[in-house]
């Protein structure tokens, strides 16, 4: 059975991005720190994918999956990843209210979680679903929908931005540590989401 | 040269206490899983010291420090330690303003950050000090008075809670991971501050 795997940079006091970020603004001041170990010593020019060790390992891995999963926010932040995330796959993109116009390339847009991750895991095949983003994140945990979660933890402060944990009232829930694995400037935490 | 040293325990989510806490209500719903390492396999009737391993030795290193730092809120939330937090070591409790009633035992309070870490490493001799509290962690990492941070990260999301790093726009801080250490039931990491 296929999991759904949420990946994201986080800074240590939980941001996912900058104060300063917006549409064309990308991740802001400091918030660009949150991602730096997607390139260090990038061999791949025009890829994020890090050269060497367990950085380009967990890259790797990010690109083996057979499904995206993202909220509209996220996706329109990205650029919708000029329509291709990775390798053609599908990239699910979760809104409350369908756009006018199709989502280009191979993305569409889901206005139901469920269905989203159905859709998502019957496209991955025997590979795991990519979810990312942090208000997809929420309602996917809320929804108990999510398998694992890998936190690229940053080791940064940055004080203020965007929390992958808001202050909303989301459910309790139990992890399981799974691995800790130090990268470059990266702490690559895996749990696994036990109560669901 | 000693250190000030943050000890906290924290969910993934970044809580360091339940949703419902308050004199007398402890650590609230959720939040007694917040210190469920401390008493794992415990030898000590009493003690919060675990009996083995990784999470005894975390504890140990606590308490082999010769002061304590701590906020007012969280030094009346423990009852005061009953005057003695260990050892007899000195307790210096930040507050806004000096109560009428001096603190119980070997505490003291104080109104100054810088005041409260001199004296602090001062009386601890060539021991570390051992910082603890929410609001107290955030002032001196806001004043560039801390230098190490060993955060016990419980793998549970609480949902709701009080938060280590709060929304009220605090320095950005570079880190740099000394260590990640698999405890029972904990991960702990130790991050030494970089840029104060």
């Keep these: ?15 996912i991005s900058g104060h300063d ?19 260090d010593g990038g061999i791949s020019p025009g890829s994020h994918r890090p050269g060497v060790g367990v950085n380009a390992e967990v890259f790797d891995e990010m690109m083996q999956t057979g499904a995206v999963i993202t909220g509209r926010r996220t996706f329109e932040l990205a650029g919708g ?4 995330h990775h390798d053609g796959v599908p990239v699910f993109v979760l809104t409350r209210q369908l756009p006018d116009q ?12 469920e269905s989203a991750v159905a859709q998502a895991k019957e496209a991955a095949g025997d590979r795991n679903v990519l979810l990312h983003g942090g208000s997809a994140a929420r309602a996917l945990l809320d929804a108990g929908l999510v398998d694992e979660l890998v936190i690229h933890l940053v080791p940064i402060i940055l004080g203020r931005g965007r929390r992958l944990f808001d202050d909303q009232g989301h459910r309790a829930r139990n992890l399981e540590l799974v691995s800790a694995t130090e ?10 989401v036990v109560s669901r």
């Design 81 to 84: 990843w000029g329509g291709d």
């Design 1 to 15: 059975m296929n999991k759904v795997v949420l990946y994201m940079s986080m800074s240590f006091d939980g941001m």
């Design 21 to 39: 970020d917006g549409p064309g603004r990308g991740l802001g001041v400091n918030g660009e720190a949150l991602h730096a170990w997607l390139s």
């Design 183 to 192: 990268g470059a400037d990266v702490l690559h935490l895996r749990y696994r």
């Design 102 to 113: 199709p989502a280009p390339g191979h993305a569409r847009y889901v206005t139901e979680l």
